[in-house]
């Protein structure tokens, strides 16, 4: 049974009667289209994969071949609310700072994400809101910085407490750091991202942090919810899942300015879900919708993964240094530039 319902084509889980389509955890209906005048490519939309900074990845030497930008990943706490890379590199290291400047002599930049699945989110480890902002300035100062990225997944995105003070914090360095944009990358299944990501980007709302963009992790969904395994499809209806919440949340705004707050993160190659790879294949289909929708940001976790495994390499688990699929270097780069 499928449905048009506000400008989105809505299907069904199961038979339903007297429900109103509505994006999110569970319920019966899904997302699988955009029935009204597609917003064509976003304004300023941007390919920045994330590199893991632990993997030693040559980004300015590779700049080229990926296109000039990056998210590195991920800072966070080493320990008394001590921002640092991935919490065994200290900043005082200064990583990657000549490759950064490098880049951005060749036209490109950086976003710096903080948080990821591993270790402890600065938020949830500083006792207030003043040493919070102190660290995260003490990034943005070192590297420059015009773009911040919040991670926020695993025990951090149920943690009320931590996401309000980050929230507040977040404004507050908007305010001192004029221009400087923010992003938030939440989980999410191709229904929608999740119900605690929503309660987290209403809360930044309400203290004022002005989003530039919503980046749903399309990865890693389950047998339930994966289309059968279709990763691209899965993805872009996670894209337009999230692009009705966030309607919900900004009804001021058109569906061609809430669909330029979108971004999507697929995980390509082998995901962490022995079931689920995302193909080149995927990558051309998401790269084209997306673009066509008016999507803002495509990433994918993650750079150091573009590439194909060496022989021997083990089928699964999915490697942090390869894709576990028959590729050419940079293969998925390519394919995302067209963004």
Same mark, same amino acid.
Not at 30 to 57: E, H, Q, W
């Given at each position: 049974?499928?449905? &048009?319902?506000?400008?989105?084509?809505?299907?069904?889980?199961?038979?339903?009667?007297?429900?109103?389509?509505?994006? $999110?955890?569970?319920?019966?209906?899904?997302?699988?289209?955009?029935?009204?005048?597609?917003?064509?490519?976003?304004?300023?939309?941007?390919?920045?994969?994330?590199?893991?900074?632990?993997?030693?990845?040559?980004?300015?030497?590779?700049?080229?071949?990926?296109? =000039?930008?990056?998210?590195?990943?991920?800072?966070?706490?080493?320990?008394?609310?001590?921002?640092?890379?991935?919490?065994?590199?200290?900043?005082?290291?200064?990583?990657?700072?000549?490759?950064?400047?490098?880049?951005?002599?060749?036209?490109?930049?950086?976003?710096?994400?903080?948080?990821?699945?591993?270790?402890?989110?600065?938020?949830?480890?500083?006792?207030?809101?003043?040493?919070?902002?102190?660290?995260?300035?003490?990034?943005?100062?070192?590297?420059?910085?015009?773009?911040?990225?919040?991670?926020?997944?695993?025990?951090?995105?149920?943690?009320?407490?931590?996401?309000?003070?980050?929230?507040?914090?977040?404004?507050?360095?908007?305010?001192?750091?004029?221009?400087?944009?923010?992003?938030?990358?939440?989980?999410?299944?191709?229904?929608?991202?999740?119900?605690?990501?929503?309660?987290?980007? &209403?809360?930044?709302?309400?203290? $004022?942090?002005?989003?530039?963009?919503?980046?749903?992790?399309?990865?890693?969904?389950?047998?339930?919810?994966?289309?059968?395994?279709?990763?691209?499809?899965?993805?872009?209806?996670?894209?337009?899942?999230?692009?009705?919440?966030?309607?919900?949340?900004?009804?001021?705004?058109?569906?061609?300015?809430?669909?330029?707050?979108?971004?999507?993160?697929?995980?390509?190659? &082998?995901?962490? =879900?022995?079931?689920?790879?995302?193909?080149?294949?995927?990558?051309?289909?998401?790269?084209?919708?997306?673009?066509? =929708?008016?999507?803002?940001?495509?990433?994918?976790?993650?750079?150091?993964?573009?590439?194909?495994?060496?022989?021997?390499?083990?089928?699964?688990?999915?490697?942090?240094?390869?894709?576990?699929?028959?590729?050419?270097?940079?293969?998925?780069? =390519?394919?995302?530039?067209?963004?």
């Amino acid at each position: 049974m499928q449905a &048009q319902y506000k400008g989105y084509l809505w299907q069904a889980n199961f038979w339903t009667q007297g429900n109103q389509p509505v994006a $999110g955890d569970g319920g019966p209906w899904k997302i699988v289209g955009y029935c009204g005048t597609l917003p064509g490519p976003a304004s300023g939309r941007m390919f920045a994969p994330y590199v893991d900074v632990t993997m030693n990845y040559p980004l300015a030497a590779n700049a080229s071949q990926v296109g =000039n930008h990056y998210t590195l990943a991920f800072i966070i706490d080493s320990g008394g609310c001590t921002a640092s890379w991935a919490g065994t590199i200290p900043l005082s290291s200064n990583l990657y700072l000549s490759d950064v400047q490098q880049i951005r002599a060749n036209g490109g930049d950086v976003v710096v994400s903080f948080g990821g699945a591993a270790g402890s989110e600065l938020a949830t480890t500083c006792s207030s809101a003043s040493a919070l902002q102190a660290q995260y300035q003490k990034v943005i100062t070192q590297y420059s910085l015009k773009h911040l990225d919040f991670d926020v997944e695993g025990g951090a995105i149920g943690n009320s407490t931590s996401n309000a003070t980050r929230n507040q914090v977040i404004a507050a360095l908007q305010h001192a750091n004029p221009g400087l944009t923010v992003s938030f990358t939440v989980p999410a299944l191709p229904t929608g991202i999740t119900s605690q990501a929503v309660s987290l980007i &209403q809360d930044a709302i309400a203290k $004022g942090v002005v989003i530039s963009e919503v980046n749903p992790m399309a990865m890693d969904f389950g047998g339930s919810y994966d289309n059968g395994g279709q990763m691209g499809l899965s993805a872009m209806y996670t894209g337009w899942s999230t692009m009705n919440q966030l309607e919900a949340l900004y009804p001021g705004k058109s569906h061609a300015q809430v669909a330029a707050m979108v971004g999507i993160t697929p995980m390509i190659g &082998q995901n962490d =879900n022995p079931a689920e790879v995302f193909t080149l294949s995927d990558a051309s289909y998401l790269v084209s919708t997306a673009r066509a =929708n008016g999507v803002c940001l495509l990433a994918y976790w993650s750079e150091t993964r573009d590439t194909p495994c060496a022989a021997g390499v083990p089928a699964t688990p999915a490697q942090g240094n390869c894709s576990r699929i028959s590729m050419s270097p940079f293969a998925f780069a =390519n394919a995302f530039k067209g963004f």
